[in-house]
């Protein structure tokens, strides 16, 4: 069948295909970075993937009224811009990089702690550090890493001047080009806002569930078996989550609930 023909005046599907509509992006704000991590982390510690251990140790830090004391000769040897630098002091963060490591900010992926002197290096090169030393230079002035990833997961590097959030895995980030140029900016990128929003919404719907054993975190989702379905009815039927949860009760019962889950669904 031939399509049919064009009005006189209407431009030509080619032609729409290739214009695009212009897009004036909402500058960077610090605030609503800060407030949707801050969500990310309060829902971990409602659900009691942190801050639930029997000994009471705290797992997380969040920042006082003034931030966090971050050890500015460092960055400004490392020539941070001060956007980052202001942001570093006001993220809540892991007590440390060994609770970081034992529980992902997302699947397969590691906050950097910034409240560590070591961790402002390390961050700088995202994918190199853990076996090598950090190049220093690899991330811009403006750019910081919110996580690391770990086998499988993915970076998160925030572009404070353009507001986007790059998600690039081990063997993106490492792109070269002949002349030994990075390329993992040339890659797709993300609405930094919207990218956490969205992860914030994964969480609060229960489409991935932080949890584990203490000091194990592990995250469940579809792909879990059995097991998933079970853990999100539980919270959602037994406990009320989100809008009846009853909160004290779940960490309370969390560890043996997921323990027994863990044998009845293996």
């Known amino acids: 069948m031939s399509s049919s023909p064009r009005l006189p005046g209407q431009p030509s599907q080619e032609k729409v295909i290739e214009e695009e509509y212009p897009i004036a992006r909402l500058p960077y704000n610090e605030d609503t970075i800060v407030t949707l991590v801050g969500d990310i982390y309060r829902i971990f510690v409602q659900l009691g993937y942190m801050n639930n251990r029997a000994d009471g140790e705290k797992e997380l830090v969040w920042p006082p009224p003034e931030g966090h004391s971050i050890n500015?000769?460092?960055?400004?040897?490392?020539?941070?811009?001060?956007?980052?630098?202001?942001?570093?002091?006001?993220?809540?963060?892991?007590?440390?990089y060994h609770i970081a490591a034992d529980l992902p900010f997302k699947p397969w992926s590691t906050a950097f702690a910034y409240t560590e002197d070591r961790q402002i290096r390390d961050g700088r090169d995202p994918g190199r550090w853990i076996f090598d030393e950090p190049r220093t230079d690899f991330l811009l002035p403006h750019e910081i890493a919110l996580a690391g990833a770990d086998d499988e997961g993915i970076h998160l590097i925030l572009d404070t001047q353009e507001n986007i959030i790059r998600a690039p895995d081990w063997e993106e980030l490492e792109l070269e080009d002949e002349h030994g140029n990075s390329l993992f900016r040339s890659l797709p990128s993300h609405?930094?806002?919207?990218?956490?929003?969205?992860?914030?919404?994964?969480?609060?719907?229960?489409?991935?569930?932080?949890?584990?054993?203490?000091?194990?975190?592990?995250?469940?989702?579809?792909?879990?078996?059995?097991?998933?379905?079970?853990?999100?009815?539980?919270?959602q039927e037994q406990y009320g989550w989100p809008y009846d949860f009853r909160e004290t009760e779940w960490k309370a019962a969390a560890r043996d609930t997921l323990k027994r889950l863990e044998q009845l669904y293996p």
């Open 72 to 96: 500015e000769a460092i960055c400004k040897e490392l020539n941070l811009s001060p956007k980052v630098i202001s942001l570093m002091r006001r993220l809540p963060y892991p007590v440390s």
């Open 191 to 235: 609405h930094a806002p919207t990218f956490l929003a969205e992860y914030v919404n994964k969480l609060r719907s229960l489409e991935i569930i932080p949890g584990g054993q203490e000091s194990y975190g592990c995250f469940y989702d579809e792909h879990g078996g059995k097991m998933y379905p079970m853990i999100k009815k539980v919270l």
